[in-house]
């Protein structure tokens, strides 16, 4: 079984503070992403990495980077929280089967909350 | 703009009864598409894909339909059970892009005892 697993499932942070979301995968997987969920606008991508120091940006990149110093860790890193950035992030890790399919693999989820 | 959209943000069905969620896109270069499932304070979990080579692809109580030309899909669960309550998201691919899979903005079914 693919394991995804975020550091924190909840977590509680000030507003200006520098915060670090990390996702683990244990698949030897090379496409890995962030999305965050919230209600009434789905799952949207802030960054996706598909090799080790390797990043493209989503469709909502502003406010995050990400760091892959190894291929099975992918970091989401707030430079500067605010409170619009209070959400469900969710970190994935996608693998292409042998059938052409792809199959994303979700971590818990880390709700964050900035006040 | 919106790719893939779950126009109905919720669904209430009867146990027993079918329920059906739909999905509309609109690149015509997606040729993949998949139904993941999300519990509350849980990643969301894969339940079945289809091809666009297909037009139907089912897996037990699941069928989910794909109608190219209307570039609609549809996930069907009969019989719907109270554990089916969850929050769909429909997501489409595109073979040989980076960026994976595009999701749509979810679709919360609610199955009544």
């Known amino acids: 079984d693919v394991k995804v697993t975020q550091s924190s499932r909840y977590l509680v942070k000030r507003t200006g503070e520098k915060v670090f979301l990390e996702c683990v995968q244990d698949?030897?997987?090379?496409?890995m992403f962030w999305y965050r969920q919230d209600p009434g606008l789905g799952l949207r991508l802030i960054y996706f990495?598909?090799?080790?120091?390797?990043?493209e940006k989503g469709d909502i990149p502003e406010g995050y980077s990400v760091s892959r110093e190894k291929k099975e860790r992918f970091s989401l890193i707030l430079e500067s929280a605010s409170t619009n950035q209070t959400s469900m992030y969710l970190c994935?890790?996608?693998?292409?089967?042998?059938?052409?399919?792809?199959?994303?693999?979700f971590g818990q989820g880390t709700r964050l909350t900035v006040v | 703009d919106q790719q893939v959209k779950q126009n109905s943000p919720s669904l209430s069905v009867q146990e027993g009864r079918i329920s059906i969620l739909n999905c509309d896109y609109t690149?015509?270069?997606?040729?993949?598409f998949l139904w993941y499932k999300k519990y509350p304070a849980e990643g969301p979990t894969f339940l079945i894909s289809i091809s666009s080579i297909k037009d139907k692809n089912e897996d037990g109580r699941f069928t989910v339909f794909l109608n190219k030309s209307a570039k609609h899909l549809s996930l069907h669960i009969v019989p719907s059970q109270p554990g089916d309550s969850a929050v769909y998201f429909c997501a489409a691919g595109r073979s040989g892009s980076a960026r994976q899979l595009t999701f749509g903005s979810g679709t919360q079914l609610t199955v009544l005892p």
């Open positions: 698949m030897d997987h090379e496409n």
């Open positions: 994935a890790s996608i693998i292409r089967t042998g059938l052409g399919r792809t199959e994303a693999f």
């Open positions: 990495s598909y090799d080790v120091k390797m990043k």
């Open positions: 690149n015509s270069m997606f040729d993949y």
